[in-house]
């Protein structure tokens, strides 16, 4: 894949690349080549904050009664790749309140290292004296928090009413 010598052409493959447009062959050439390549590498990394940044955040907070509520704004998968997992990092770092419910319910698909991030959460919340939550995950995402075990670390529930109250349990 060359690098090209027009910006905007460059800027299109990005683009294309970035919101995965590109073909299986495509892609794998054009990361074969972006991903060597120091100059195009950094294009890219620039791109990919560029276009993070316009789409604004993703992931919004409510408080109810004495807890935060961390829900996604639009469907999301907690993927490896995904820019929400470091999102949702940082919403729960950046809490000074100790009680935390973090709503799954636009959540599709997780994979290791959003269950990671769950985890981290969780121990971060556990090292300040709080309490970490999880609301609606979907069949799929409950799923794999049972084969995972995690469901016996992180309380799940279904109803937001019965998850406020159980923090002041």
Same mark, same amino acid.
């Not at 004495?66 to 829900?71: K, S, T």
């Not at 799954?104 to 919340?125: E, P, Q």
């Given at each position: 894949?060359?690098?090209?010598?027009?910006?905007?052409?460059? !800027?299109?493959?990005?683009?294309?690349?970035?919101?995965?447009?590109? !073909?299986?062959? /495509?892609? !794998?050439?054009?990361?074969?080549?972006?991903?060597?390549?120091?100059?195009?590498?950094? !294009?890219?990394?620039?791109?990919?904050?560029? @276009?993070?940044?316009?789409?604004?955040?993703?992931?919004? +907070?409510?408080?109810? *009664?004495? %807890?935060? %509520? @961390?829900?996604? /704004?639009?469907?999301?998968?907690?993927?490896? +790749?995904?820019?929400?997992?470091? *999102?949702?990092?940082?919403? %729960?770092? *950046? +809490?000074?309140?100790?009680?935390?419910?973090?709503?799954?319910?636009?959540?599709?698909?997780?994979?290791?290292?959003?269950?990671?991030?769950?985890?981290?959460?969780?121990?971060?919340?556990?090292?300040?004296?709080?309490? $970490?939550?999880?609301?609606?995950?979907?069949?799929? %995402? /409950?799923?794999? $928090? +049972?084969?995972?075990?995690i469901d016996a670390v992180l309380e799940t529930y279904y109803d937001e009413g019965q998850a406020l109250q159980s923090f002041g349990e």
């Amino acid at each position: 894949m060359p690098c090209y010598d027009d910006p905007l052409e460059r !800027e299109d493959l990005i683009r294309k690349y970035l919101l995965k447009r590109l !073909e299986a062959g /495509a892609s !794998e050439a054009f990361e074969s080549h972006y991903l060597t390549c120091d100059d195009c590498f950094e !294009e890219l990394r620039a791109s990919e904050l560029l @276009l993070t940044g316009l789409s604004g955040s993703n992931v919004g +907070q409510r408080r109810l *009664e004495d %807890v935060v %509520v @961390l829900q996604f /704004a639009r469907p999301v998968q907690l993927t490896r +790749q995904a820019p929400e997992l470091s *999102e949702l990092m940082r919403g %729960v770092l *950046e +809490q000074k309140d100790t009680k935390v419910l973090i709503d799954l319910s636009r959540v599709s698909r997780i994979d290791s290292a959003g269950l990671g991030l769950l985890m981290s959460c969780y121990s971060h919340a556990i090292r300040n004296h709080g309490m $970490l939550k999880l609301l609606n995950p979907s069949a799929e %995402v /409950a799923r794999l $928090l +049972q084969l995972t075990r995690i469901d016996a670390v992180l309380e799940t529930y279904y109803d937001e009413g019965q998850a406020l109250q159980s923090f002041g349990e």
